[in-house]
């Protein structure tokens, strides 16, 4: 359902990544897991059609992103790391308006969204304004706009980022849920360890740009911790980049 092939994007003289390839199948759940500014954003931007790549090529449901963005960004959902809400919208209209903006038909609508609000648990909260909302909910509302029009996959990033313990449980729940039940291809980025290990069928590890690990969790866990594996692929990406500096500049 994804395939990235080589895929490179540069900001001026910054290479936030470099050579990126990978594919996730259908109905897998990946996790895109890396530290801070690893290049993890800058990858999913380019899927979900927000960027376009320096060099190489991304596909989606079988739509290349650089020859036919329309067509990929139909069978997408994305939720970026923070919920593009309009706050003084009740929750029914926002995903009314939301449905709209990706061609949804008007006599499927009300059935889209109803399907939405069930899915995401927001049945209860339909009538409230979005800024009424707990941020735990407000970040229902964005899963449920990413998947209103019904799209095979979904790519969201940083999905319980400033969450509590109980919502940041009911979110990858709901993920979880997502995925085993309605079938949908889902690739999640994240810096949190456990939120790999409880959502994820498989890992892609991200370091300074370049793609480190592509392993299936079962197989990790056979090498020890999730955490292990995390520390020693850093360190080794860590001092890869420090010996091609100069010198001085390592020094400094």
């Known amino acids: 359902m994804i395939k990235v092939k080589g895929l490179t994007k540069r900001f001026g003289e910054l290479t936030a990544i470099s050579n990126v390839t990978f594919e996730v199948a259908k109905g897998e759940v990946v996790g895109f897991l890396g530290p801070n500014g690893a290049g993890k ?7 979900t059609g927000y960027l376009p790549p320096t060099a190489g090529s991304a596909s989606v449901g079988g739509f290349d992103l650089g020859v036919d963005p329309r067509s990929a960004k139909r069978v997408t959902g994305y939720l970026p790391e923070s919920p593009p809400l309009y706050p003084e919208m009740r929750v029914h209209e926002y995903l009314s308006y939301v449905a709209a903006l990706h061609d949804v038909p008007r006599g499927e609508r009300r059935e889209r969204v109803a399907r939405a609000l069930a899915s995401c648990g927001l049945e209860k909260v339909s009538e409230r304004v979005v800024r009424t909302l707990s ?10 706009q990413a998947i209103v029009h019904d799209p095979p996959v979904l790519i969201l990033d940083e999905p319980t980022a400033g969450l509590d313990p109980i919502q940041i449980a009911e979110i990858r729940e709901l993920i979880r849920r997502l995925a085993a039940e309605e079938g949908r291809t889902v690739i999640l980025s994240t810096h949190i360890l456990a939120e790999v290990d409880a959502i994820c069928q498989r890992v892609l590890l991200i370091a300074y740009g370049e793609l480190r690990l592509d392993a299936r969790i079962d197989a990790l866990r056979a090498q020890g911790s999730l955490e292990q594996v995390f520390v020693r692929e850093v360190q080794a990406a860590t001092e890869k980049v420090a010996a091609a ?8």
């Open 41 to 47: 954003t800058t990858t999913m931007r380019i899927l």
């Open 135 to 144: 941020k735990g909910y407000r970040q229902r509302v964005g899963l449920a």
């Open 245 to 252: 500096k100069p010198a001085a500049e390592v020094r400094a």
